[in-house]
């Protein structure tokens, strides 16, 4: 069974949007499609989040490359559901989990 996606509307994500050039519904979509593609594809590339969880539930990673930048997305497995919460421009994941502490 195929899991919905789902962008939280949150502040993070906002912020997110707003510094984007393009459209959010474009941005959206590739986001969607990627996730997909990197959980039924190539799982190998998602990690965990250690240390952290997000209500109560654990985090996952991937890299997310769109036009002109790469970013690292976090999401949970929300029954069937993806919670995508967090986007951020900080590749380095040590760096990246630091952020994600400030988040949850």
């Known amino acids: 069974m195929e899991k919905n996606i789902i962008l939280e509307n949150n502040s993070y ?3 997110f949007f707003s510094h984007l050039k393009m459209d959010k519904e ?3 979509e590739i986001i969607c499609e990627n996730t997909k593609t990197f959980i039924n594809q190539a799982p190998h590339k998602i990690k965990q989040v250690k240390g952290h969880k997000y209500k109560d539930k654990t985090i996952y990673e991937y890299k997310l490359k769109l036009p002109k930048q790469a970013y690292r997305l976090a999401y949970i497995f929300d029954g069937d559901d993806i919670r995508i919460f967090y986007i951020s421009k900080t590749l380095i994941k040590a760096d990246f989990t630091k952020e994600i502490a400030k988040v949850v």
Do not use: D, F, G, V
């Open 26 to 28: 474009s941005i959206c």
């Open 13 to 15: 994500l906002e912020k």
